[in-house]
């Protein structure tokens, strides 16, 4: 595949961050604050859209990148009774046209079929993704700690293997109640280290289209700054229907920190 380099966009591209004041537990901000800076950077025009509860609906179509973080279960609650409707049609829409997205622990369990609360009801998801979510209740062990991940999605594997001429490991750090099981839809990657969707089959998050759910705070875009490129790259490719090359960052910082990580928790 050759690709072209960076093209000019008429238009800035619209990061949609959903339900910031309410879905940002655990440094989840950082991850839009990592698409933003990586596209200044580099000259491409951003922008950031909220979308919560004041937003028309119209605007969750008009986003190039989305972002949605986690959440403590009563925030989880009251953004499920909100996100329903013409909204929850047009999220699943941009989903599954493949607007690229990272969907941290809350919000990967709003776009499963459902989240069982510890204490409490059901709370029915938007299904986009083929999983479910129970919580063994407020006497069950959090799951919580650091996560090396491998990426097992074939798609975005190849595609990150082709960006880093290495195996794609994601670090990040999990910290949930919820225990996920996947159905049909396709893992992101396998747990080297830490718990991941349930502490039992060694799947972590799941990729479907061009969305990345995941258990890994972090934030995990700044810890894996490539993932990030990634996401640019595919939003640039959809608007412009090229595909194209970002200029590297000086991301050694990032680089030390991951091989630090990586040494303390015996990875490679
Ligand atoms: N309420 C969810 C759980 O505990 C999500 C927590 C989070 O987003 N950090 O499983």
New binding site residues.
């Given amino acids: 595949m050759s690709l072209s380099a960076l093209p000019t966009l008429s238009e800035p591209l619209m990061i949609g961050w959903l339900y910031p004041k309410l879905?940002s537990?655990?440094g989840d901000r950082g991850n839009v604050t990592c698409l933003q800076r990586r596209c200044e950077w580099r000259g491409i025009p951003v922008r950031i859209q909220a979308l919560d509860r004041d937003t028309d609906p119209s605007q969750f179509t008009q986003v190039d990148l989305i972002v949605g973080?986690?959440?403590?279960?009563r925030q989880?609650e009251i953004v499920m009774r909100d996100l329903q409707g013409a909204k929850a049609a047009a999220l699943k829409g941009a989903i599954e046209v493949g607007v690229p997205g990272v969907f941290?622990?809350?919000?990967p369990?709003l776009l499963g079929h459902y989240?069982e609360?510890?204490l409490g009801q059901r709370i029915q998801g938007l299904g986009v993704l083929d999983l479910v979510?129970v919580?063994p209740g407020p006497d069950a062990p959090?799951c919580i700690g650091n996560l090396v991940l491998e990426v097992t999605a074939e798609r975005l594997a190849r595609e990150l293997r082709l960006m880093l001429g290495d195996v794609p490991y994601l670090i990040g750090f999990e910290?949930?109640?919820?225990r996920t099981k996947l159905g049909s839809v396709e893992p992101l990657a396998r747990v080297v280290r830490g718990l991941g969707n349930n502490g039992e089959d060694q799947t972590e998050g799941a990729f479907h289209c061009n969305a990345i759910a995941t258990?890994s705070?972090g934030p995990l875009l700044p810890k894996n700054p490539f993932l990030a490129d990634w996401m640019i790259q595919t939003a640039i490719a959809r608007r412009t229907g090229e595909s194209c090359a970002l200029n590297r960052l000086d991301d050694s910082l990032a680089d030390r920190a991951r091989s630090v990580m990586l040494q303390r928790l015996n990875v490679g």
């Fill in positions: 879905m537990t655990y973080g986690g959440a403590q279960d989880q941290t622990c809350g919000a369990q989240y609360p510890g979510t919580h959090r910290n949930h109640g919820g258990y705070h």
